[in-house]
Nanobody, 128 residues
Framework: VQLQASGGGVVQIGGSLRLSCAVS????????MAWFRQAPGKERTFVAT????????SYADSVKGRFTISRDNAKNTLYLQMNSLKPEDTAVYYC??????????????????????WGQGTLVTVSS
């Protein structure tokens, strides 16, 4: 399976962006999916995850209430709607996917270790 992230860019503080992650080479509905981000000089961290049907979501505390993860399995696409953006949201955002049954566990889905498939990343810069 291949993942292609897009939608990043430069946005002002308080603005919004929607990231997309197109899935190809397989059926998206077979995969648990997530967004991670990596700020300059820092480790990659969890942002949000979604179950195979789209019903089960979980968010990092830092983005809860501002970001919304969703998926359209008919379009083989994952989304991340980001509102009320802050300078600390500046990072490269990566989408990730995996199909292992263990990822029915919300907690495990927050660890990058459990995802075998990754997109190339899309840069989000929040500036004043």
């Amino acid at each position: 399976v291949q993942l292609q992230a897009s939608g990043g860019g430069v946005v002002q503080i308080g603005g919004s962006l929607r990231l997309s992650c197109a899935v190809s080479g397989s059926t998206a509905s077979a995969y648990f999916m997530a967004w991670f981000r990596q700020a300059p000089g820092k480790e990659r961290t969890f942002v949000a995850t979604i179950g195979v049907s789209g019903a089960a979501t979980s968010y990092a505390d830092s983005v809860k209430g501002r970001f919304t993860i969703s998926r359209d399995n008919a379009k083989n696409t994952l989304y991340l709607q980001m509102n009320s953006l802050k300078p600390e949201d500046t990072a490269v955002y990566y989408c990730a996917a995996d199909s292992r049954d263990a990822l029915n566990d919300y907690l495990l889905r927050t660890f990058s270790y459990f995802y075998d498939y990754w997109g190339q990343g899309t840069l989000v810069t929040v500036s004043s």
